[in-house]
């Protein structure tokens, strides 16, 4: 899992995209953030291509 943003990366990205917010609002953005960067380090790991949604399901009698 990568490591949390800094404060201080935060409070940069914030004022470079010109963005005011209450300290909730970034407490909340920033969980965000970390779950989202959290997420695009998994995303990027090669997979197999048992990793793809099945295209055809075939269901048994019994299982239906």
Not at 30 to 54: H, L, S, Y
């Amino acid at each position: 899992m990568p490591s949390p943003m800094t404060d201080e990366a935060f409070e940069y990205l914030l004022a470079r995209a010109g963005i005011t917010l209450s300290a909730a609002e970034k407490a909340e953005l920033k969980g965000a953030c970390d779950g989202i960067a959290a997420m695009a380090e998994r995303v990027r790991k090669p997979r197999g291509r048992m990793a793809e949604p099945a295209l055809t399901y075939g269901f048994a009698e019994e299982d239906l």
